[in-house]
């Protein structure tokens, strides 16, 4: 069977959003750019992406009469928010084309399913074992601790998992974290870890994005610096084509963000993915010919996928609520006009009128000729910014 041909989307016709936070909201940007207009479909009156849309529609992502309004208006659809009721996407594929599919969603928001996606895909990951209740840790391969407890649903910026270092721990963790499915994985010694962005279309043409080094911390994305100094060119290679391989398997349309770690043996293993645009992609809006979200709405209206190409050296800082607060814990306002006095400043505020600990704000991406450069303007504007 030969692979459908593109059938792109007129400008003026309507795409649609599921979930209206930050990456939405840089989706909107980009779909409005190429002359198409969004409906957002999202709970919160204040969402960031809804503030951008040209249409918000306010209600649940299960809401019959919203998901109907949606399919009426747009000609295509895809979400920005992983844990989207799969059954949303699939009301919406009885009416018109989602990007992705309903089943990659899903496997995406599930560990253990993920892990399965991996292994089919030929793509290696961490050894690890899929815990279904308090039998199965009392059977655990001893082989897996010291390990990371994770749930297999709804865990994300590090919540929903637990370090575990013997048999005890582990089932006093799984009962902690309400006795659902999780899954355990071996705790592996990491050197880096790397992300790819891949961006595939109805017709099987895949791009990827340069590889992103990410930097984490108290399991929040801190830092990703583009190219990924310090990675062997033949690493970062054979990172892309996993990602397009685990893309392929799926039959995926739309932009998937796989996520990797580099043992210090020089391994590389995939840690899990993401069926959206990422936040570690986001320094590709400043620094390459085309930005992930761009490719997201280009693999959506079925338009031509570019090479995105790296023109600049980058650093991207992502600012979290904390940076609103003093050390007495007193609410202030980060000072901008310092920052971006400094050379190669790209400030992307979210438009979030509430920032708590913890909450991205909005990021920063510092683009330059060099990555040593890039380096030291990132450093120099962290300083600024306290
Ligand atoms: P999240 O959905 O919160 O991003 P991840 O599975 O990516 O969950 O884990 C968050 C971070 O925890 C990773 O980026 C990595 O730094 C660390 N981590 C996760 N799994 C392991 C592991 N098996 N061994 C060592 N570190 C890990
Ligand atoms: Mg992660």
Redesign the pocket.
């Known amino acids: 069977m030969s692979a459908p041909t593109l059938n792109p989307l007129h400008p003026g016709e309507w795409l649609g959003m599921l979930g209206g936070g930050q990456l939405g909201r840089m989706a909107v940007h980009a779909a409005q750019a190429l002359g198409y207009r969004v409906a957002v479909l999202d709970p919160d009156r204040h969402s960031p992406a809804g503030a951008a849309a040209d249409e918000h529609l306010q209600a649940g992502y299960d809401d019959a009469g919203a998901l109907t309004q949606l399919a009426s208006r747009c000609a295509a659809a895809s979400t920005e928010f992983e844990n989207v009721p799969a059954a949303a996407l699939s009301r919406l594929a009885q009416d018109i084309d989602v990007a992705p599919a309903a089943i990659a969603v899903a496997v995406c928001q599930d560990r253990a399913a993920e892990k399965a996606h991996f292994q089919k895909a030929g793509v290696p990951c961490?050894p690890h074992a899929v815990l279904r209740g308090a039998a199965d840790c009392a059977g655990v391969d001893p082989a897996l601790l010291p390990g990371?407890l994770?749930t297999a649903r709804m865990?994300?910026?590090?919540?929903g998992?637990r370090r575990v270092n013997d048999a005890a721990e582990l089932a006093a963790a799984f009962a902690e974290l309400g006795g659902v499915t999780c899954v355990l994985?071996?705790?592996?010694p990491?050197a880096a870890?790397l992300s790819v962005i891949v961006s595939r279309g109805v017709d099987g043409q895949m791009v990827t994005l340069p590889v992103q080094r990410n930097w984490?911390v108290n399991?929040i994305l801190a830092t990703t610096a583009v190219p990924a100094q310090g990675i062997a060119a033949e690493l970062q290679a054979q990172a892309q084509q996993f990602a397009q391989s685990l893309a392929a398997e799926f039959g995926y349309v739309g932009v998937l963000c796989v996520?990797f770690f580099v043992l210090e043996d020089g391994r590389l293993l995939a840690?899990?993915m993401a069926p959206r645009p990422h936040n570690s992609g986001h320094y590709s809006i400043d620094a390459c010919s085309h930005s992930q979200f761009e490719l997201q709405v280009r693999a959506m209206a079925q338009l031509p996928l570019p090479e995105p190409r790296l023109h600049s050296a980058c650093v991207m800082l992502n600012l979290l609520g904390d940076l609103w607060f003093d050390a007495q814990g007193h609410r202030r306002e980060p000072n901008w006009a310092a920052v971006l006095r400094l050379e190669g400043m790209h400030l992307h505020l979210y438009g979030k009128a509430d920032p708590r600990p913890g909450r991205k704000m909005g990021h920063l991406t510092v683009t330059a000729p060099t990555a040593w450069e890039a380096r030291g303007q990132a450093l120099a504007a962290a300083r600024v910014l306290g």
Request: charge should be negative; avoid cysteine; aromatic fraction near 4%.
């Open positions: 961490a990371i994770k865990g994300y910026d590090g919540k998992q994985e071996q705790r592996l990491l870890e984490h399991g996520e840690n899990e």
